[in-house]
């Protein structure tokens, strides 16, 4: 069984840093993604950022040049998020997708921007 752990979130200042951290645990193999979605209140989830193993990236619009994702063991994801705004604020959630279609998600962790 395919389970994620997040950790990292919590409160920081406009313009600060923070880095999340996903640990996956199960069978990982092949080809796959990992990768970072957020929801804030009120909002449909949307794409942070996505991996492959194979180095494949994708960015949301909204954080290019600010967040990047890394995948520095098979089993785990990070996403250093700098030069963070109040509108940076949502639940990020871990995704992992070891096949086409195929989706497991963290409990999510809270990130708020705030002074």
């Known amino acids: 069984q395919v389970q994620l752990v997040e950790s990292g979130g919590g409160l920081v200042q406009p313009g600060g840093s923070l880095r999340l951290s996903c640990v996956v645990s199960?069978?990982?193999?092949?080809?796959?993604?990992m990768g970072w979605y957020r929801q804030a209140p009120g909002k449909q989830r949307e794409l942070v950022a996505t991996?492959?193993?194979?180095?494949?990236t994708n960015y949301g619009d909204s954080v290019k040049g600010r967040f990047t994702i890394s995948i520095p063991n098979k089993d785990t994801t990070y996403l250093q998020m700098n030069s963070l705004k109040p509108n940076d604020t949502a639940v990020y959630y871990c995704n992992f997708q070891p096949a086409y279609n195929v989706n497991y998600w963290g409990q999510g962790t809270q990130v708020t921007v705030s002074s």
């Open positions: 199960g069978n990982i193999f092949g080809l796959y993604t």
């Open positions: 991996m492959s193993n194979r180095g494949a």
